[in-house]
């Protein structure tokens, strides 16, 4: 299995500019997470969905930030317009929903940089 | 109170050395607990469940306390690839959607020669 993967793995980008993270969570998992982690804060969850649904966002900062799941395979965190507070790292995890032992895997994470 | 607390360190010990970690939770209502393991730039990874009757993985023992609503883990003859931040994640809910998870801000651990 390949994991979770996300792309880009860097991203450097000027104030005001869209951004736009992307993530394939494993084959056959059925529930997927976007979290933030910066030294300050530590991991954030910003927005979960289950079977492509969003559950749960209140964790997303503001209106510039946005989730999408279109497909099983694929989910995109858009934040528009950016500024330099968004600077960190973003990470996406999965995890099968009735696997019972709720275990998340995560990407190797998106390093965003607002310059 | 923080959902999940832990103690940031740094936890600086010697190779060969025994070290414990401890994690406490707020909500008695937690239903899985885990260990994760993040290297410096790199994702958090799953180190090990924490079960009610504790549980052990070679070096590495995970204990659950509900009635004091903490979680430690021990490692025994730490290494240096011990190196690393270790996240303590509770799950507060079982049903309703309630697969999110609460990760602590982690506490470091250097294991030196």
């Known amino acids: 299995d390949a994991g979770v993967i996300q792309s880009p793995r860097h991203e450097v980008t000027e104030m005001g500019q869209e951004v736009t993270l992307r993530c394939k969570p494993i084959?056959?998992?059925?529930?997927l997470f976007w979290y933030r982690q910066t030294m300050m804060r530590g991991l954030e969850l910003l927005i979960y969905f289950n079977n492509n649904v969003p559950i749960d966002d209140s964790g997303m900062p503001e209106d510039r930030f946005s989730a999408k799941m279109p497909n099983a395979s694929f989910s995109t965190l858009k934040i528009q317009p950016s500024e330099p507070r968004d600077s960190a790292v973003y990470f996406c995890a999965s995890s099968d929903l009735g696997g019972g032992k709720n275990i998340q895997y995560f990407g190797a994470g998106t390093r965003l940089s607002v310059l | 109170r923080k959902e999940v607390e832990q103690d940031p360190g740094p936890f600086n010990v010697p190779e060969g050395a025994t070290v414990a970690f401890n994690c406490t939770y707020s909500n008695s209502a937690s239903q899985s607990f885990f260990w994760y393991r993040q290297d410096c730039r790199k994702e958090p990874k799953l180190l090990m469940s924490?079960?009610?009757s504790g549980n052990e993985d070679g070096r590495f023992t995970a204990q659950l306390n509900r009635a004091s609503q903490y979680i430690s883990l021990l490692i025994r003859d730490s290494k240096l690839s011990d190196s690393a931040t270790y996240l303590c994640?509770?799950?507060?809910?079982?049903?309703?959607?309630?697969?999110?998870?609460?990760f602590g801000t982690g506490t470091q651990l250097k294991v030196e020669l």
């Open positions: 994640v509770v799950n507060p809910l079982l049903t309703g959607g309630g697969n999110k998870l609460t």
């Open positions: 924490v079960y009610s």
């Open positions: 084959s056959g998992h059925n529930s």
